[in-house]
C-alpha cells in the first residue's frame, strides 16, 4: 500500500496497466479508490470504489462510498 501511495504519479498514470494484473485484488482496487479520491479524481474514485464494494460488500466499503460521494459535492448521493 505504501509503495503505491510513494509512487502515486507513476501508478495514476498507468492504473489502466496496473488493473490488468492486480485488478481482481481487493487491497489494490481500494488503494487506487484512495489514491484518486486524494487526487480528486472523483467520477473515477466513484466507480472503482463501486467495483471495490462488489468485491468487499462491508459497511466500511459503503460508508467509504458515501464518504466519497459527500467529498466530491454529490450531497443527494451520499444521503441515500
Sequence with gaps: AEDLRRKRGVELKNHAEWEKKFGKSPHFV?????MLENEKLFT????VRK???KLVPSVSAYNALALLYKRSGAENRWRT
Design 30 to 34: 481500494n488503494e487506487l479508490a484512495v
Design 44 to 47: 473515477e474514485a466513484i466507480e
Design 51 to 53: 467495483r471495490y464494494i
